[in-house]
């Protein structure tokens, strides 16, 4: 928040009109999530409180759900939160109207790679872009090269502030250089594809 | 009234098919079943009107029953629970007996559930049809006139209890107030002050307590309960178990020389009446204004009574001879012709919200822990004194404990946003410390209730509009050791906070008593899904049950706050006087007997009946329905092997001329409809 | 009974030591376990931020390749990394709960010549040690209570939410009973299953590091000797995050952190490459009274 009453502040405007918003967001994700009971949310706050991360978050995870409900797409693809969300499951547990949010939070994930709207160069979603094209090439992640990759496409100058770590973790036996691989790698492809196809596009 | 034999075996039936406006004539086409019905043997007159229920309507059929010389009706309309009565009684105006009018419902049945007019009208004729050749079968039957005892049974002693037997004994009536307790004034006499005028609650609640014990036609027992009942309307016999105090009440003038003699010297035992914070003796009082103003001995911790050895230095310090350690539970029958239930709520345990840290941190607090501690003749003389000896000087108020939550309970406990505003500001006065409000929705909707929500923003409480999903000892920083934190997204600010406080209060919801399944068991209501005590309808009829004769009344039936309660108290008592008065009630005949000649014995029924009404009569050998608890369910009648049970109004031979009404034109036209 | 062992990705390579003294305690409590032949990932928390039906399906193989074999009785199937034992026990419950879901599961597994059948149990090391093997055998296999030391046991959150099979959510004890048994104090402390930030640390320091903060500083406040834990990504962020905490945020929270079977292990008495002791970053602790004697039990 600013300060100085010094800085320079610009007037800004914020309205939202009907037409931007898209009626049929909350449907949508609800049915990803399996979470019709998204509509139940009381906006309590419980969520928010809880998460450990809330104070990061562009969005706390109870404005995103009113957002969710009424259409704002565009702005929670494009915020931050989907991505900070760690998975802990604490809103989950203390929901009062055991709103599944994580996996609300997980669907926003899968809308936001399916339509291509999220913050690109945000680790997160790069992060879990390059795992999930290596396990469906190799079958098995490997942590040494799914991190080279990671830093190269995010912040390559924080390869060197992490290669003391790196080297330390090597020399303990608890670094993997090369890419894990499965028996029978071509395996998971194929079983991914053919899930994939089976009922059309999915939800 | 009009005999159907002297019509030579053929009645004549007067057909009328309601409009009901257009709720009915909107889909049906009315004027083709009147035509229709028109044609069938036995109908003499088949009329279409607006509005069957109305003046005009009723005085339509009263008119042709004199001018036609009609001995059924037959009327095809709504639901025969809104105007079943209506009809039945415009029928006998006539002088014909009502039970020879039928009911038809093609509204709720058919107009408002089908939306295709040629399938809803044919649907209309058929039941039409089968309501006609029905009626043909109907028989002249009288309801039963059952009296009504006075005497009313008032089953808890709360604020609702009081109001309703004070209100019936001033009416003139003798009252039985029953109370498990050894007092009566239930939660109300452990609050502090009431919301929203901040009126002492002992000093408005126990003038109605002595006017209880004063009252000449006010029997009052406590710590008793009611171990036994049967009956039905005006006619219950009760038996009541009065628990030994062992004192002899009419002796005891409540001096307390036995509590001040006893031979614990210090009190040891946690003091129920100020919920766990303060120690009381195996003698005691519960509170100074206790009713009736009697000690009692708990056999649990008391030593003569747990041990059998004592030097018993009460008995030497009371100078009545009270005391009797001889005593043993006294089992007391009355009858009454009416029953009140009053027997309040459970007030909600946080050890099932183990995450608000109750019982883990000694400074965390029940709501009405907190009325106690702040009560003038609560534990701590009414200063906030917290377990650890310290004053509070920031204080948070958790809203929603154990309400409007899928894991707890899903309900809104109605009371608990003015509480948390009374406590707010008790607390307020009596510490000056900041006090928080956490809360997710400010529900203030009674009298004066909003103007107290405002009184409580100028005081400069804070609320925070966020529920708390945890209270915690963890800290971040120097500031916040030693506190209890509130982890909060401050929803309307829009922010994550950290709300260091001293104290927390949650504010518990009401459920159900622990044991209201075996209070309605016994009483022979029903309990709704959330476990309390189901009303006769909720808006209609919020004091009465689907058991004649007992209403109920209080936070019993959901949670609420004193006006309402005080309200449905009187409604019950009002409710109750309305049979006593009458002196009588009629009973619908649709009742089972038993052909006795037919019945073998079996017993195949007794224990089929909801409602006890079978009994087997052991010199007879044979079973006998009371006509007064029978109910018409109809189980008995289907049940019995040998077919000697018959139900009025629903004998064999009606309800298969119904069935034969209802498939006949199927027979003719060859079944080509379905 | 074998139990049917799904290792992960994370044990094979960051998370060895967890590996080896899992096997290593299993060994010496004379428990059989098989790895799972040619096992794949489980997809953790990035296979399902992409893309759900493959998410499912992927998990789904293992819990086929579980209940390949056996005889007739349920499979066991233990997952000692938290995030995979939530996967695999989430996949089941959604399978079971959603047909269409099921239905595509199921193609995907046919088309690699596999079935699965909703038999097999998924497990975690720490509920099979209590409730299955029970803390009377482990107290019996102790040989060098762990007298003195005071351990903060450290359960992250996958394992008790969402699903609270073998303990509760809030406040669970199943970890705190085991470390008793050793010998050692459990430390009471709020911040058992506060979320280690999983990959943020990595993704997004200025937030992971900080989560990781305040756990070893209050573990640390309650005077914990050690932290335990049943996850490699936990264990990996705990430990191997504290210079970077002390350079970025300038606290000191040097702590040990070791797994709950290196601390069995070195109550069992077994040795230090056993134990995969050695890959630590900051040296495991030691109880004050370091040799056996007498195998006091607690």
Redo the contacts between chains.
Sequence with gaps: MPTSAQEHREVSRKITYQSELDPGFGEHIAKMAYGEKLFSCIQCGTCSGTCPVSHYMDFTPRRIIAMVREGFRTDVLNSLTIWLCASCYSCTVECPREIKITDVMYALKQEAIATGVYPKRFPVPVLAREFFSGVERNGRNSEGPLMVKFFLKTNPLSMLKNASMAFRLWTKGRLSLFEEKMRTPGVVSTLLRAAKQAGGNGK | MLDPSASNGTPRIGFYICHCGTNIAGTVDVKAVAEYIGTLNGVVVSREYKYMCSDPGQELIQQDIKEQKLDRIVVASCSPLLHEHTFRTATEKAGLNPFFFQMVNIRENVSWVHTDPVAATEKAKDLARAAVRRVFLHKPLAPKKVPINPAVLVVGGGIAGIHAALTLANAGKHVYLVEREPTIGGHMAMFDKTFPTLDCAACILTPKMSAVKSHPNITLWTYSEVSALEGFVGNYKVQVKRKPRYIKEDLCVGCMECVTACIFKDARFPDEFNVGLSKRKPVYIPFPQATPQVVLFDPETCLQLKKGKCKQTCIEACDRECIDFTQTEEFKDIEVGTIILATGFKPFDPSKT??YGYGTYPNVYTALEVERLVNASGPTGGEVVLRDGSHPKAVGIIH?VGS????TNRWCSRVCCMYSLKLAHLLKEHTGAEVYNFY??MRTPGKGYEEFYDKLLKEGVHFI??????V???A?DAKEEGKLIV?????LIG??RRVPLDMVVLSQGLEPRADAQDVRRLFNISCATEGFFLERHPKLAPVNTFTDGVFIAGACQGPRDIPDTVAQAGAAAAEALALIDAGHIELEPNTAFILEEDCSGCKSCVPLCPYKAISFLEDKKKAYINEALCKGCGTCVAACPSGSIVQNLFEDDQIFSEIDGLLSELAVSGGGRL | MTYRYFPGCSLKSSGRSYEESLLAVFRALEVPVQELDDWNCCGATAYMSVDEVEAFALAARNLALAEQGGNGQAPQLMAPCSACYLVLLKTQKYLAQHSDLDQKVRAGLTAVNLRYDGRVQVRHPLDILVNDIGLDRIKKRVKAPLAGMKVACYYGCQIVRPFATFDTAYNPTTMDKLVAALGATPVAWPLKTRCCGGTLTGTIPEVGLRLNRILLGEAKRRGADTLITVCPLCQFNLECYQDAIQRELNANVSLPIVYLTQLMGQAFGLSDTELGLQRLFVPAARPAVQEGGKAAHA
């Design positions: 183990p995450y929603c409007r939550d899928e894991k997710i929705d509009r966020g529920r708390v999903a945890e915690t000892d963890w971040m982890r909060v997204e401050d929803t922010t994550v």
